[in-house]
C-alpha cells in the first residue's frame, strides 16, 4: 500500500479527471471507449484506486480533450 501522501495525492488527481471529463460531457463509458481502455480500469482510475501508467494517462487525456498536465495541477 502506497504512503497516505501518495495516495492523497492519487486521489486529487482522480477529481481532475473526473472534473476534466464532467466538463467535456463525456460518461465514464464514453471516456474509456475512446481512450481505449476498458471500464473497469477507467472507473477504478477515476476512483483513485489505481494507479495508471504514463500512457494510460496521456490516452485519457487525449479523450476527453485536455492538456496531461491539467490532471496534475493543484
Do not use: C, W
Request: hydrophobic share 40%; proline share 4%; net charge positive.
Amino acid at each position: 500500500m502506497p504512503p497516505d501522501r501518495v495516495r492523497a495525492r492519487r486521489l486529487q488527481i482522480a477529481d481532475q479527471i473526473r472534473a476534466a471529463r464532467i466538463a467535456a460531457g463525456y460518461t465514464q463509458e464514453a471516456t474509456a471507449i475512446r481512450a481505449g481502455v476498458s471500464l473497469d480500469t477507467y472507473n477504478r482510475i477515476e476512483q483513485g484506486h489505481a494507479s495508471p501508467k504514463l500512457d494510460t494517462l496521456i490516452k485519457i487525456a487525449d479523450a476527453i480533450g485536455v492538456e496531461l498536465s491539467d490532471f496534475v495541477r493543484r
